[in-house]
Structure formats: C-alpha cells, structure tokens
C-alpha cells in the first residue's frame, strides 16, 4: 500500500525520542547488545581495582591452561590471561572510542561541506575521498607505522585516516537527500543563514543513520585495532587484546586459551555494538515503525 | 561512442587516482624523521655507505623537490619501484613473484562472498520475520564481528588441528610432485581455509546488504507489476527483483575491494600464504620502505583495477548509468 | 434486459493487521462490471478504492494485509478459491491491471519489449519471434511511435505518457476481459492525461474490454465511465450512472464531493466565488463508531447516522445510496 | 507609499548547467526560465499554470531569489530584489514568503507545529519570546487550528492540517507577498477547497499579493485574478481570468483547456489532441517552443520567436498565428 499513514494517522506517541527509545528496548537483540556493552565498560572501568594486577607480570607457569588457580590460563611467559583481558578493555575503548571520534569529525566535516555545497566544493572533496578509498587501509596504517614512530596517538590518528571516508560518503548523501526538501527551501526562504541551516536544520535529521554508522565505526576502529596490535604494529606499551593473540599465536597449538578468548573479549565487545547499532536502524528506520 | 567516452573517462580518471598516490607515496617518505634515503632504510642494518651514497643520487636529494617528484613518477611509470634492501632484488620483481597468491586469494574470497552473501540475503529478505530470517541476522552479525585473524586462527585450531581435513600453512604441500591437475588440487586445499576466513566479513556484510536491499525491491511498484502479469513468485523473485536488488551489493564491493585487499594482508600472516600481505608483513619487519611503498602502489593498482571492473559490470547491469 | 456480470464482487471484506490492532479497510463491498462497461470507483485517499482493486488481482499485501470475506466471482467462479498458481493463470491474461505510477511501476534494469513480450509469453503459447512481433503490434495499438525501435529501450528513456502507454499495452497484450486502471492519469499532465483516456476508450471499444477506473477525480469518471460507486472510508456509499450521479446525487458524501471542486468554466465571470468545502478530515478507519462513516463531516447529519449504519436504499433505477436522509428532502 | 504593482518581474532568466555526462563533452544547459515578465497589483493573486518542467516552480523560486535568477529583474514594492546583498535580502525576507506543495517535507519532523510557525520570527528577530509565542496562538487560530495542537509534531497531523500550518508560517512575519508553489496539488479533493478558501479569505483580510503556481487550470480560474500560461519556460499568453477563458488565443492554452475533465458538458472546449510529449527543456526547438506540437504550426514559427503582444485589453499572447 502506498501511504500507509492515512490507516492510521492519529494514534502515536507523542515525542519523536520517547518513541525511538521504545523502539529501542523492545528489541532483545539491542539490549543484550547494551548489557554487553556496560560489561566492557564496566570491565574497562572497575576491572583493575577489583581484580587487581599487572599484566604484563609473569605471574605463573607458562601456558597454564585455565582452572581454578588462573581463572583463563596463563600465556607463555607465565602471564595471567584474566588480567590482560581486563586491561585490555580500557586500551581498546580508549583507541575505539578516540579513533571513532576522529573519524566522525573528519568524516562529518567533509560530508556536510560535499553535500551542502554541491558543485565545485563536492566534486574536489568527493575526489579526495575517493583517493582514501582506494589505499587498501591496513597497508596504508602499515607503511604510515613503519615510517613513523609507533604510538597510541599514530594508531589512533592512522584509523581514523583509513575509516572516515564511510562517514564522509554517507553524511554528503544524507545532506544531498535532505537539502532538497522542502522545508530546507523554506528555511532560506525565512532568512536563516547556511551555517544555521546545516547545524540546526539539516544535520538533526540526518543524524539517525549517522548514529548507526557510528555504533558500527566503534565496532571496526577495535577490529583494526586488534590486527594492528595481533600483526606487531601497535604500540608496544599497550596490553591490547589484539597483541595477546599475536604474541601467543606461535603457541596456538600448546595453549588454546591464550588465544581463544581474547579473541573472544574481541567478539563480544563488537558484537555488543553491532547490536545496539541494529537495534538503532530499527528504532529509527521509519519503515518498520508503521507495522 | 558515448559508452566509449564513459569509459575513457573513468579509465583516466582511474589514472590521475594512481599518479595521486604514487605522490602520496613520495610526500610521505619525505615527511617521515630524516630524509628520504634514511626513512627509506630505517633501521636496516644492512645498507652499506656505497649503498646509502648510491641511493641519495638516486633519489637525487640535492635537486629542487620539483624534480624529484618528477624523477620519481618517471620511475614509477616504467616499472622501477627500486631496490628491495632485504631481499636485494628489484621490488617490482619480488612483487609480481606474490602477486598471482594474492589475487587467487583475494578473488576467491570476493566471489565465494558475493554468491553466498546474496543468496542468504535473498532468502532473509523473502520471508521478513522467519526463523532463516534470524539465523542470517545472527550470521552476519556474528561475522561481522569476530576479527579476522582470530576467525583463522579459530579455523586453524577446528580444521586443522582438531579435526585434520586442511593443511594450516602456506599454498602447497613442500616438495610435492604430481600430475597438474593433483597440484591444482593440493593448492585448492590450502585454498580453503584462508578464503573461507577471508569471505567470511564480506559473507556478512553483503548478506546484510542484499537483504535490505531486496525488501526494498520486493516492495516496488514495479514487482507489483510484475506480479499483475502473472508471473510465478520464484521468477519475480529471481529475474525481476534480483537483478534490481544486486545493484548495491556491487557498489558496495567495488568500494570495499581495498578492505578486502587490507584484510588479505591479515589473513595470508596467519595462513603463510606467499602473497604480497605476506611481504608487506616482512617487510615492515625489517623497514623495508621501498617494498612496502611498492607493495602499496602495487594494491593500489588492484583496487583501481578492481573498481573499474565494478563499476563496467554496474554500467551493464543498470542501463539508466550511461 | 438484464445481462450477466463479468465480474461481482459480494461482501468483500479486508483487513489490516497494525500495531494498534486490525484495521478494516475495506467492509461489505459489493459491485458488478458488466461486460463492456466502465466502471469508475471515485472516493478520496483511504477510501480502500486502491485496496478494491488489489483484492481483485489477489494482490494485497499479505501481511499485514488480509482478505478476510467475501467472493470475488469472474465469470461465475469465486478468484478467492484458486490456488497461487491458477490465479497467476488469470492475472495479466482475464484481468489486468494498469497502475498509478508509470515512472516506478516498470522494472528500470529490463527493455520495455521484454517487459511486454513477456506477459504474452507467459500466458500464450508464443515463440520468441511471435511474441516479438506481438508486442511491436501491441505497442504500435498503444501509439507508441517507432514500436520496432522502441523494444529494445529502457523504461528511464521514455517520458511518463509513453510508460503509462506501455503499461497499457503491457496490460492489453493477453486480451484480458477486465482491465483494472488504477489512478492511470494522476501522476501525468493534463494534455497526456487526454491522451490516455482517448486510448484507453478507444481501446475498450475495439476489444470491447470491461475497464474498472480508480480515481479522485470525479469530472475524470464524468468524462470517461458509464457507471460510477463512490467509497468513503472502506465502504459504498453511493452508486449510479454517472449522469444521474453527477446531476442528482443522493448521499451528501457524493454532493460534497462534487461541489468542492471547481470547475472550469468557458466564462468564470471577473469575481471570485466561495468554493463549498467538505469539513473535518477522513476517519482513522480504527476508531468508526456503529453509525455512518461520514456522519462527522455531514451538513444533514440527525442523530440516528452515529447510531445505526445506513442499509443500501435504491433510490432510482441503478442508482442506490446509504443514508438515512436519503428520502428527505433536501 | 502606495506602488502601482505589488511585484514587477522583469525579463527573468534562470539557467542551470548540469552534470556533463563525459569529460568531453559540452556542458548542457537548462533553460528553466528563459524570459519572463509579469506584473502583479497590490491585493491580486496573479496564476502561473503550465505542465510539468515548464518552468512555473523554477520561476516562484528564482522571485523570490530561493534559486539564483541568471539575469533579470525582481522588484517587491519598488525594491528589486535580485540587488540586494545577501544580508539584505535575508532581511528583506520578511516581506515576501513562500507555501510549498508537499504537506509532507515541507515542515521539519523534529519540531512543534507551535516552533514551526515561530520559525520565521525567531530568524527574522521580530518581537520578544512571549510575543512570539503569542503571535503563533493567534496564528493558529487563524488557519482554523486550535492553539493547544502548537505542541504536536508534523507527523501527528493531516495533510490538510499540514498545509494550515505552512500558511501559517508564511503569515507569521506579516509579508505583503506570498507565492503559493501548487499548495493543493498534494491533497485530497475535499480538502483542497478547505484551502483555496482559508487563502482567500486571508488574502482579503490582510490585502496579500499571490504569485500562485500550479498546473490544475480549474484551480487557477477559480482563484486568480490574472493568470499565465508557460511553455518551455516562456509565457506564452497572460490575461485576466475571464478574457483568457472567454477569448483564448494561443493554441497550447487551447488545447490545455479542452485537456481537462470537466463534469460540466456544456463547458467543454472541442477536444484538440496535441501530439507528443514536452520537449526538454535542455534542447528547445527553436522559433516558438510549441511549434513541434502545435496543429497549426507554419514554417515561420520555427524560425522566429513569438513576441509576447496585446491583442485584446488585458491580454497578451505570444504566438505568430494570432
């Protein structure tokens, strides 16, 4: 049917965000992914002052497997797997959280500019990030990392070099759609200023896929943080979930542990914000709000 | 002719794309600590002085920059990537030896990615709220999220430890003989698990993909049509809206391609897969700039490559792009 | 002289499934097509005009929607007892359907000769090459120039008027007896919309197609359709010869509907006149009470029209109407 | 002051370039608007009607300066407006406003009706906040609105109630001008009247001036004082509202006329089908636009262009025949 809103025009909830939030929790999925999520940063937050340690201690036997001494084992040098998971928490919110701030700042930056301005401003900056999309990203961080020195700072800035062309793209295709609608035009026809139009006006709308996409970019920032750190390239001081995989890797067939769950930390952390960003693309999807 | 223009135009545009990074490359060696030829070495301890003199007239570090850069994309442009250091042969050579690994690789995993994410997407998107509908969701999303070195390594401890059906590393069996046909077998052996590593991200990405753009097809006027003519639900389905609903899953790949190259560097360390990842691996291992910077140029080219070929294959699936 | 109707429609019920419960957007519907006969359905958006057709096709979008009573009898036989497959029998080849959209309603990734082709394919035993040539006639019946050429574009190269004359030849190409045009017009400007309904009648008196119409536009069905029902909020509330409807409306729903909307007129006169106007907004179908659907917009409203549901009252011959004021004077 | 005309547009020309479809190629050129010249008195509502890219939409935006005119002029009581800085014009904005078709895009879904309405006094800093607030109730109420509906969103109202409150935005800044661009194209029969007469009876009430676009010639007979018919983007007859339909010259209005559906039989124009499509408005035909449709086009109409000329009191046609 073409207009589904003439069924029911009358009957909804009042607020645009009230409704969204209820949208939100009536999906399971979503909030298995939130609880997930307050884990790790719960874990990331309280972690260390209650099960306290450093990780990079040697605290047992080597490649002990998991038991009641070592709740996960130790790894070849005798470091406690629990210990390094818990540490590792904070390292890869800190780097997925900054590396997803960068990303959406340049990412936003440049889409809204592409998208409101059009023309000469959207050819050269569609140009220049289709440059970014064709350098294979994590060949790209690995000569930036080999010419530079590696830090927390050059990893984080390196992931968000590689990453914002997604959000550059979808921000200008969001502004395209949005700036041609017609309250946009009745917004200039007002007298409202372009860097009003765009802040206030435009972006607001635009957000809900933007959200999502972001959710989904914390998500990929931890990925590439973790194949940076299992390849060796990530900042040597940082106990990341990724460097415990690759340290122990050349032990995979000795001690499983060490690398299962890690790599399982990984996949629940992502996985928790894979969800809460599926649950927000139903809860903001107007589609599947009607039924 | 207008077709032909099209094309041309995308052809030199991919051109001017591949001479921007082979810039890029030159701007970032320069702005690396020291000058070039000491970034270039980095902290290879094998370069003698006659090398590093041979090198700083090479690059002719007393020109102007402007002539350089110019010397340079001359270089680039036929074919000298330089002097790998470690390996003491030309980088172009040593690339072209990893390429055919990388590309079998690469391509298998896209096409294996591509067949299996649609046709999940397809059968999610036919029923909205079946139970296959939830098993693609919790699929995709389980694919998307496991970080792809873990998966192989995962893979590894599964299929070739547990249960020893694949070999765990490298292309070949070492010293094996045989028919071709029997050497072809035992490279698709080794084939399997690193592929199947690799597609598994993009199985999840365009199963997604295809099954939100299918519902979306699915609810066109034109299916509706398609139906008022009578036509079986299975050719509505497959003739009329798939060809409609593939449409962004091949732009998706085409923009994806590099990633897939990036996640190919991963997987062929955790697999020894002889590739170029491989070499990019060891490279950055020993600070071997003008490799890696090779390396770089070199997948650049595949993904221009790559995404010229989409973007044909685009052309000739939706006429309204001409 | 009484003749048999083509198709009759009895009871037709369909419902919505929604968040806030089941909707009924279409309630008691009865109609007949004569054979050879226009037969226009007028009523505003919601009115379940859009739905009467699809529930014809057995097209309802199922879920959330559902054809939950009534029979749909073409030439005597009940369309709601076939299977999917026999259904798909008769769709496109005894009944067809042309759409309001002609920019979206054709498949933009297939040639129009496939398109075409393919519905005579699909329901006549026709090679190849025959169905080839039959869709050059088809498309040459529908005045498309060039039909030879045309084939083998795609629909994005053709303007509005032509899809929609493609879609009618697309519609046209298996003979069908009835031939539902759903809003074929609303999306076209006015000289192509001439062009159209010129086609389409003389199209129904060459094959002497039975042709539903479905639209908003009342002075349309003056100009176009023999016979006319005119829906409010999923049910019937009047039907008639146009003639008689148009000059001697009986329920207010049809008056209002017909004086609200200005008519162009050879000398309009240098002073602008006030236009009646229906007040108030369509019912949320979910929430009608037991009376008259209409009762809240009424200017005759008495107090029995929120109470009971008018019955069907014939009121002239062939012309009946739901309302209780109907005898009253006016 | 009192002006003889409230809106005085003079020769204007809108002109767009669009996407070159390859690098070789010219780039095209749309002539949406291509000489347009109308005057409207203080109090009237003067009516553009034509078919689909005619140029009518084109030509409300480019008045009002929404879309940047290529030449001409714009005057709004004296004061041409295509002069003005863009400060100025921001200013100058108060007194002329706009109603767009679409009820439904045509207000931001994430604020209040009562926010919408206040949205052109808090741009144009009229009045404190508590005066504002007060103007929209007092709005409200004059578009038949209650005034406690200012706290719901757009999406909880009608199309109908839509189109309401977009009037009564317009109105909010108390302009002398407002174009309605097809302000019921997009609503139901029964509602379109609710409209037509809420604008007219606000238009004598306030002494407001209407540049009212749309392609329903009924609409326009019955709310215009004085209409024009565009072509192509050219106007190719302009009358008052009884002279147009008593006496129509041009052959395109003619056939426009007899086009519509009328439930009047008495009315009907003998039926002139005109043959074809619109031509784009990218390449024209030359000469008079309509030539390659008109059923008396002679050799010379391809040739020259029509002047617009007097051939009645009030009524202009531009055609070579008349």
């Not at chain 2, 794309?17 to 070039?36: E, Q």
């Not at chain 2, 009578?230 to 409609?244: D, E, F, M, P, T």
């Not at chain 3, 529908?142 to 039909?147: C, L, M």
């Not at chain 4, 109730?137 to 200012?150: A, I, M």
Request: proline share 6%; charged share 15%.
């Amino acid at each position: 049917m073409n207009n589904r809103q003439e069924l029911n025009p009358m009957v909804r909830p009042d607020r645009p965000v009230v409704e969204l939030w209820l949208m939100f929790f009536a999906n399971k999925a979503a909030v298995l992914g939130l609880v997930l999520w307050l884990l790790v940063v719960f874990t990331a937050v309280f972690g260390l002052t209650i099960y306290t340690g450093d990780p990079f201690e040697m605290v047992g036997a080597p490649m002990t497997p998991p038991g009641a001494e070592f709740l996960l084992g130790t790894d070849y040098l005798g470091r406690d797997v629990l210990t390094g998971i818990i540490h590792g928490a904070s390292i890869t919110l800190a780097i997925g959280f900054s590396a997803t701030i960068c990303t959406v700042i340049i990412g936003v930056v440049i889409g809204v500019l592409a998208g409101y301005y059009g023309r000469w401003v959207d050819n050269l900056l569609m140009r220049v990030t289709e440059f970014f999309q064709v350098l294979p990203p994590m060949l790209f961080v690995m000569v930036l990392i080999s010419l530079f020195t590696p830090s927390i700072y050059l990893i984080v800035l390196a992931i968000a070099v590689v990453s914002w062309t997604g959000m550059a793209r979808l921000t200008r295709a969001e502004f395209l759609k949005i700036k041609e609608l017609e309250y946009v035009t009745a917004e200039r026809a007002m007298g409202a200023r372009n860097a009003s139009i765009m802040a206030k006006v435009i972006l607001p709308n635009a957000l809900p896929p933007l959200i999502v996409a972001v959710a989904l970019n914390v998500g990929t920032a931890i990925l590439f943080e973790a194949a940076l750190s299992f390849l060796g390239l990530g900042d040597p001081n940082a106990y990341s979930w990724g460097y415990m995989i690759g340290s122990s890797r050349e032990y995979i067939w000795d001690s499983w542990w060490t690398i299962t769950f890690p790599g399982f930390a990984i996949f629940l952390t992502v996985l928790g914000v894979s969800l809460i960003g599926d649950g927000l693309n139903d809860a903001l999807n107007p589609k599947l709000r009607e039924l | 002719m207008k077709t032909i223009l099209t094309g041309l135009n995308r052809t030199i545009y991919s051109l001017v794309l591949l001479l921007a990074v082979i810039v890029l490359n030159f701007i970032l060696v320069h702005i690396a600590p020291g000058d070039a030829v000491t970034a270039m070495i980095g902290d290879m301890g094998g370069a003698t002085p006659e090398l590093i003199a041979k090198l700083r007239a090479d690059y002719g570090l007393d020109r102007s920059l402007f002539t350089q850069l110019y010397t340079h994309i001359w270089k680039m442009m036929h074919g000298d990537l330089g002097t790998s250091f470690t390996h003491r042969v030309p980088v172009r050579d040593l690339i072209l030896d990893h390429l055919p690994a990388t590309i079998l690789l690469v391509t298998t995993a896209f096409f294996l990615a591509i067949i299996i994410g649609t046709v999940l997407g397809i059968i999610a998107a036919q029923k909205p709220k079946s139970f296959v509908n939830h098993v693609v969701t919790v699929l995709s999303l389980s694919g998307f999220s496991a970080p792809i070195f873990w998966t192989g390594l995962m893979l590894l401890i599964a299929f070739a430890y547990l249960l020893p059906i694949f070999p765990a590393f490298g292309m070949s069996t070492p010293g094996f003989q045989g028919t071709t046909l029997e050497v072809m077998f035992d490279v698709l052996k080794h084939l399997v698990l690193p592929a199947v590593t690799l597609a598994s991200v993009y199985i999840a990405v365009y199963s997604r993909l295809a099954r939100a753009s299918m519902l979306d097809v699915l609810g066109s006027d034109y299916i509706r049509t398609a139906r008022s003519k009578g036509l079986s639900r299975r050719i509505v389905v497959y003739k009329h809206a798939l060809k409609n609903g593939i449409l962004p899953v091949v732009t998706m790949a085409g923009l994806q391609f590099s990633q897939l190259i990036a996640g190919a560097v991963v997987v062929e360390t955790v697999y020894g897969w002889p590739g170029i990842g491989q070499l990019a691996f060891n490279a950055i291992l020993r600070r071997d700039h003008p490799l890696l910077l090779g390396i770089l140029f070199f997948s650049t080219l595949m993904v221009v490559i790559a995404n010229l070929i989409t973007d044909f294959s685009y052309r000739i699936l939706d006429p309204r792009i001409k | 002289m009484k003749q048999e109707p083509l198709l009759q429609v009895n009871g037709l019920c369909v419902e919505f499934s929604t968040k806030n419960g089941s909707v009924r957007v279409l309630n008691q519907l009865d109609l007949h097509l004569l054979p050879g006969e226009a037969l226009g359905i007028v009523g505003e958006s919601g009115c379940g005009k859009s739905m009467t057709a699809l529930s014809i096709m057995r097209l309802v979008p199922t879920p959330p929607g559902e054809i939950s009573n009534g029979q749909i009898l073409l030439n005597g036989d009940d369309v709601l007892q076939l299977t999917e497959s026999q259904m798909e029998d008769i769709r496109g080849n005894e009944i067809s359907m042309i759409f309001q959209e002609p920019m979206t309603s054709l498949n933009p990734v297939f040639t129009i000769g496939s398109q075409v082709s393919e519905n005579i394919r699909r329901h006549q035993s026709a090679n190849t090459s025959q169905a080839k040539e039959k869709t050059i006639q088809m498309l040459e019946a529908v005045g498309i120039p060039a039909p030879e050429l045309r084939i083998d574009q795609y629909p994005h190269e053709l303007s509005g008027g032509m899809r929609q004359r493609v879609m009618i030849a697309m519609a046209l190409s298996c003979q069908p007896s009835v031939l539902i045009a759903d809003e074929p017009t609303t999306a076209l400007d006015v000289t192509i919309q001439a062009q159209i309904f010129e086609l389409l009648r003389k199209i129904q008196e060459e094959m002497a197609t039975s042709v539903i119409l479905i639209t908003h536009d009342m002075s349309v069905i003056a100009e176009f359709a023999d016979r006319v029902i005119v829906m409010y909020a999923g049910r019937k509330v009047e039907e008639g010869l146009v003639r008689d409807i148009i000059d001697n409306s009986c329920h207010p729903y049809t008056q209002g509907l017909i004086n609200c909307v200005p008519v162009l007129k050879r000398d309009p006169g240098l002073k602008r006149v006030e236009l009646n106007e229906i007040p108030g907004v369509v019912p949320n179908l979910a929430q009608l009470g037991p009376g008259c659907s209409f009762a809240p917009r009424c200017h005759k409203v008495v107090d029995r029209c929120y109470q009971e549901m008018p019955p069907e009252q014939q009121v002239g011959e062939n012309h009946y109407a739901s309302c209780w004021r109907v005898g009253d004077a006016a | 002051m009192k002006y003889e005309y409230s809106v005085k547009v003079d020769d204007l020309r809108t002109h767009f370039k669009v996407h070159r479809p390859h690098l070789f190629a010219e780039q095209p050129t749309v002539y949406a608007v291509d000489g347009v010249s109308f005057e409207i008195e203080p109090g009237k509502t003067f009516g553009l009607v034509g078919e689909s890219g005619c140029g009518k939409s084109t030509t409300a935006l480019s008045v009002l300066r929404l879309v940047e005119p290529t030449s001409g002029s714009v005057e709004l009581n004296g004061v041409d407006i295509c002069q003005l800085s863009e400060n100025d014009l921001r200013n100058y904005r108060r007194h002329m406003q706009i109603i767009f078709q679409d009820p439904y895009s045509s207000m931001n879904p994430r604020t209040t009706a009562g926010e919408i309405i206040r949205t052109p006094l808090r741009i144009l800093k009229i009045g404190t906040p508590k005066e504002q607030h007060e103007r929209v109730e007092e709005l409200l109420g004059l578009v038949g609105l209650r005034p406690e509906q200012k706290n719901l969103y757009p999406h909880q109202f009608s199309g109908g109630q839509r189109q309401r409150i977009c009037v009564a935005r317009a109105l909010a800044p108390n302009p002398d001008f407002i174009v309605c661009d097809e302000p019921v194209s997009a609503l139901d029969v029964a509602i379109q009247s609710q409209i037509l007469n809420l604008l007219a009876r606000l238009q004598q009430e306030f002494g407001l001036t209407y540049l009212f676009i749309s392609h329903d010639m009924a609409v326009v007979q019955h709310i215009c004082d004085e209409i024009a018919v565009m072509y192509l983007g050219r106007i190719v007859e302009k009358a008052d509202r009884r002279s147009l339909f008593l006496d129509v010259q041009h052959p395109y209005t003619k056939a426009l006329l007899a086009a519509v559906p009328t439930t009047d039989n008495n009315s009907k124009l003998s039926f002139v089908s005109l043959k074809g499509d619109v031509p784009s408005p990218m390449d024209p035909p030359s000469g008079c636009h309509f030539h390659t449709r008109c059923p008396m086009a002679e050799t010379r109409c391809s040739k020259e262009i029509p002047k617009l000329r007097q051939v009645l009191p009030n009524h202009w046609v531009a055609c070579h025949l008349v």
